[in-house]
């Protein structure tokens, strides 16, 4: 079974950081990309940033400077360090693993609040 288990979420000043961990187990795959998403309420999910098993990332260009995710693939985490974070960064954020070659799947974890103080 697929198993997703999210931490580091809590509440940080404007300006302040925090680190996101994710670790990914029952995942019979090794080519897949991990990432976070996060969703404000009221507003539609989007992706924060990915990696690929490969090592390539993307950023949405709300967090490009701010924010770094890492993986180990050896043991199916990743990392996202957020720094000068703001208010307007406060949502809740998932881990999500998707593969996008046959076959393919998506997965969600549960979901770590983050919020930023002004």
């Known amino acids: 079974q697929v198993q997703l288990v999210e931490s580091g979420g809590g509440l940080v000043q404007a300006g302040g950081s925090l680190r996101l961990s994710c670790l990914a187990s029952g995942i019979p795959y090794t080519n897949f990309v991990m990432g976070w998403y996060r969703q404000a309420p009221g507003k539609q999910r989007e992706l924060v940033a990915s990696?690929?098993?490969?090592?390539?990332?993307r950023y949405a260009d709300s967090v490009e400077d701010r924010f770094t995710i890492s993986r180990d693939n050896r043991k199916n985490t990743i990392s996202m360090e957020m720094n000068s974070l703001k208010s307007e960064d406060t949502a809740v954020y998932y881990c999500n693993v998707r593969r996008t070659v046959t076959p393919t799947f998506v997965y969600w974890g549960q979901g770590t609040q983050v919020t930023v103080s002004s």
């Open positions: 990696v690929t098993s490969g090592g390539t990332t």
